[in-house]
């Protein structure tokens, strides 16, 4: 007779069966197996009286498969019986989860994730899966959530009760969610620059797009030289890769008669910075001794720089140092550093004045030269209101407010 060894076999495993032989010959005997009529093993039994034969039929696919043993003795004589081996598949996994809703495969909002598993045998099964090949987690059937924005890798499995392991199912989301953010910097007076940029970290930047006046939307491709006569109200925005848009931000463009005061602002200093945002420190001089005041004209005494600090101060005296006829102060003119803190009261009086006052202070890019000779070149001009100061420390505070056109 044919046993098979088990109630089922994995496909995959190696199947076996049993075969039973009661031999009272004192001759050998042929043991033949077959599954589906295919010859699977062929061995001689010698051995008599009641004996059993373990057959490996190896793997087989899922499947009822008929099993057969054929026993041939002297003269001829044939034996048969048959049995079924019952093969199936090992579990399956499916990860389920909605196209991307933005753009290149990118998710905006976050997915929600199911894991589907079953098994053709009757019995319990665990599903199991790890993001970005990290500690496996058991799944309780309910929704998953990315662990993060960016490129996120999830495996799954499913494990059988008898240990079968399905195909590991693995799928790549990639989920950002935030918009980028951009900002615009303008130098010049009359004609301006104005640059934009946007950064975004997860997807990266797809477009910046601007327009003026009310008009139709356009495509940023570097920086924008506009003639301000009458004032001109720029929009823009940015869109990240993955179609996330950054809300439109407005600039007004407007040629005006500033007062400007000595206060050095380094062009870095508003790199990324919105209007509206607290500056620590626009205090920003370079170099031994130069902590960050100018001089319109050259003079280093402190009575200069009082009257320069006094509402509505004294820019009209700029002198170039480069053209004692130049008094017009433009971005690209270089302007006269102050060395020393110049910490006297006349000093604070005349910042204390200046505290939650709109003003306009010069911002540069560059230097030269050092200590009584340092000059500092004009990118252009920022609106700010300080905030407070500690000249001792090197530092005066103010909230920016934006970049000013300024008519000199």
Partial sequence: GVAVNEA??????????????????????????????????????????????????????????????????????????????????????????????????WYVTAPSIFLRYNDSVPAPVDGLYAWNGEA????????????????????AWAVAQDGSTSTTATQTFRVDRVPPTVTANVTGSGSVEVTLAASDETSGVG??????????????????????????????MAQDVAGNESEISTLVLELVSCEIYPIALHVDTLDGVEPGTLLEDIYNGTGPGNFGWMSWNGSSSANALVASLTPPGNSDIYTNPDDPADHDLTPGDWVYGLAGVNNSWPIRSALDSLIGYPIVVPVWDSSSGQGSNLRYRLAGFARAELTGYDLPSGQISAVYQGMAVCSQ
Avoid: K
């Avoid at 190696?14 to 295919?38: E, F, Y």
């Avoid at 058991?138 to 495996?155: F, H, I």
């Fill in 136 to 155: 496996n987690r058991q799944d309780n059937g309910r929704a998953l959530s990315v662990p993060a924005d960016g490129q996120q890798e999830l495996a």
């Fill in 207 to 236: 477009s910046i797009s601007y327009r003026l006046d009310g008009g139709d939307w356009q495509v940023y491709n570097g920086p924008l030289t506009i003639q301000v006569v009458d004032p001109i109200t720029l929009e823009y």
């Fill in 8 to 105: 089922y076999f994995r496909a995959g495993n190696t199947a076996s069966a049993d075969v039973s032989i009661q031999n009272n010959s004192t001759s050998p005997l042929t043991l033949r197996v077959l599954v589906d009529g295919q010859v699977v093993e062929e061995r001689t039994v010698s051995q008599t009286g009641y004996v059993v034969e373990t057959v490996d039929l190896g793997a087989l696919d899922p499947a009822e498969h008929t099993v057969t043993a054929v026993l041939q003795g002297p003269a001829n004589c044939v034996s048969q019986s048959t049995g079924l081996a019952t093969v199936v598949a090992p579990p399956s996994m499916v990860i389920v989860a909605p196209s991307p809703d933005g753009n290149a495969g």
